[in-house]
């Protein structure tokens, strides 16, 4: 039953990868800016609940001001930092160093508040039951895998219906398209910022209950993020929902072959793999040129 | 005072090695890689094995470190013939990974994640040399070559080649230029190069493990790079020094909370790069040439938004 246990797991890291990913991989498809610092907007997100946990406020408010504190950390990094270094046309390395250094001092200030160790929220979610003979499953299993459907559904719909989602498929295949419809980049640009860093909160609420929080966890999340985004191709959606699942699923099975040490060079091995063998992803367009 | 100094001079030789070399393919052959602490580590672990168990002479362990570097750079010349910007970097950055791994697993030849211990010191003639007095001369030495080297290169026809291949890679082709074998060798020698730096560290503490290979270790010689001048002769020296004189100079401020002294350290590092790339993109040294200086910053057209596809 080993196998049935490593797939049912699978799919849980493969469920908050996606959710972790989505937000990293819109904003970057959209905007085109190596948004390092996602990890930290997902790191502040998650303390922050956890903060208004252990405040007593409970879980909603926790979720909404968890859900303010990452928008306001994302557009705040696209017009402070990002809209300037892009004005004399930055090269991606620049703006790649100045995420990262926000990164660091984001991690080391979270460290400074709530210190460097473990903390988490005790939930009965994260008991397993046992669903049958040595097979065990945590209910936050079914709600990360019920969140991956709600806000993949909800952002889709968001994308084709909406004007904004609309402007925001526009922005990826032509900035200067977007000036000659009378749109503002920049202003989209936010909007990028605000509802990318916005799709952080799922994963972190889920990682707060779960597996809980250290301060330097958000270059894991980046890497994460980065891997599935490339995986599943630049600018797709789809892609990055199936890398997430590809990817939780690969690191888990392996298992089977490995030992759980080298579960994380999995990933690794798949994305460098991916890059050299299929540089547009599993549903991207071919951009590498 | 004496002994921190010298001590602070071979880090900054060694580090200063790394951000030449890595400089060398980002800002000649606009190979940006998030993999350089891989060849410091392959080299630091190959020459600590080689003088653990056949000789701690550096004319052994030099070229043992080299050759193996290169060999296993081939795996980072591959995505560079494949792939560019974001692509290239995140192939890079799974290497960086997938190697962190390997470093802290393979037990039998790093010793995991405790590293290895008792590394015995760098012979020169038979002769050992104690650290750091008489380090430091060494550590310079291989500095003045791999700058001696590099120097050679970017200014000889292979560096013209590579610059051409930076600032256009379909134009350097029309001209002839073989661009797959140009970008293999800059990546190779670069490896290889880094390679003496991994050599050194292991000789000069005589322990190492996986903690100095990482991707945070990667993204600092990036950084030294960055804000000291990419494509520059003296830049990355110069970022190398900063950046490892910054958290000793730090100390000094007797303000600051003594038990928060490392986080204040990282933020005012982190902020410092933020800010630095925002207010002065180019580096701290300016490019030298006067052509250079009248060309907008450092290739920007490939990673300007929404200019792939």
């Known amino acids: 039953m080993l196998w049935l246990q490593l797939t049912i797991t699978g799919l849980q890291t493969g469920a908050l990868y996606a959710l972790t990913a989505v937000g990293f991989s819109l904003i970057f498809g959209t905007t085109r800016v190596f948004h390092f610092a996602h990890g930290a907007a997902f790191v502040l997100a998650a303390y922050v609940f956890y903060w208004a946990d252990q405040a007593g406020l409970g879980i909603a408010v926790g979720v909404i001001l968890a859900a303010l504190a990452a928008m306001a950390f ?23 160093v100045a995420s990262f250094g926000v990164g660091i001092a984001v991690q080391n200030i979270v460290g400074m508040v709530f210190g460097r160790s473990f903390v988490t929220i005790n939930t009965p979610l994260s008991n397993s039951v046992e669903l049958m003979s040595g097979v065990y499953v945590a209910p936050l299993t079914w ?29 990826a295949d032509s900035p200067e398209l977007i000036r ?17 860093s916005l799709l952080v909160v799922p994963g972190a609420v889920i990682t707060a209950l779960g597996s809980g929080l250290n301060p330097a966890l958000g ?58 063998l299929k540089p547009a992803g599993l549903f991207g367009r071919i951009q590498a040129r | 005072m004496e002994a921190y100094l010298l001590n602070l001079g071979v880090l900054i030789a060694i580090y200063a090695i790394l951000a030449i070399t890595l400089n060398f393919i980002m800002g000649y052959a606009g190979i940006f890689s998030l993999a350089h602490a891989v060849f410091f580590g392959i080299g630091a672990y190959v020459a600590a094995v080689v003088s653990m168990h056949v000789s701690a002479s550096i004319f052994v362990t030099m070229p043992a470190a080299m050759l193996a570097a290169a060999v296993l750079s081939l795996a980072l010349a591959l995505p560079a013939l ?28 790093t010793g995991g994640l405790g ?20 380090f430091f001369p060494i550590a310079l030495a291989v500095l003045a070559a791999v700058v001696a080297i590099t120097q050679i290169l970017v200014r000889s026809s292979f560096g ?14 029309g001209f002839g230029k073989n661009v797959p074998l140009i970008k293999t060798i800059s990546v190779v020698i670069s490896a290889a190069l880094a390679a003496t730096a991994g050599v050194l560290y292991a000789g000069y503490m005589s322990f190492i493990n996986v903690e100095s290979f990482t991707l945070d270790n990667s993204v600092l010689i990036m950084a030294m790079v960055i804000i000291g001048g990419t494509g520059t002769s003296w830049g990355p020296v110069v970022g190398a020094a900063l950046l490892l004189l910054l958290p000793g100079l730090l100390s000094y401020l007797s303000f600051l909370p003594q038990a928060d002294i490392g986080a204040i350290q990282q933020i005012i590092y982190g902020l410092g790069m933020a800010a630095l790339m925002i207010f002065r993109p180019g580096g701290l040294v300016r490019r030298g040439s006067p052509q250079r200086k009248a060309r907008p910053k450092a290739a920007p057209t490939r990673a300007k938004r929404g200019a792939v596809q």
């Open chain 1, 74 to 96: 994302g557009v705040a990094m696209d017009r402070i930092v990002y809209a300037p270094i892009q004005r004399h046309e930055g090269s991606f390395f620049t703006v790649f």
């Open chain 1, 143 to 171: 709600i990360a895998i019920f969140c991956v459907a709600v806000f993949f559904g909800a952002l889709q719909l968001f994308l084709r219906r909406t004007h904004t989602g609309v402007a925001l498929r526009a922005l």
């Open chain 1, 180 to 196: 000659v419809f009378g749109l503002d980049p920049r202003r989209i640009s936010a909007a990028a910022f605000a509802l990318g």
């Open chain 1, 219 to 276: 270059s894991h999340v980046m890497l994460i993020s980065l891997a599935a985004t490339i995986v599943g191709g630049i600018g797709s959606i789809n892609g990055v929902l199936v890398a997430g699942f590809v990817l939780g699923l690969a690191e888990n099975l392996s298992q089977i072959f490995v030992q759980s040490q080298w579960s994380e060079a999995v990933t690794f091995a798949i994305l460098f793999l991916v890059i050299l």
């Open chain 2, 82 to 109: 494949r792939v560019r910007g974001e692509y290239f970097v995140a192939a890079s950055l799974g290497l960086q990974m997938f190697a962190v791994t390997v470093f802290s697993e393979w037990k039998s030849f």
């Open chain 2, 115 to 134: 590293g290895l211990v008792g590394i015995p010191a760098v012979k020169i003639f038979g002769q050992e040399v104690y650290r750091p007095a008489s």
């Open chain 2, 160 to 173: 013209r080649s590579l610059t051409a291949i930076r600032d256009s890679e379909s134009a350097a082709e």
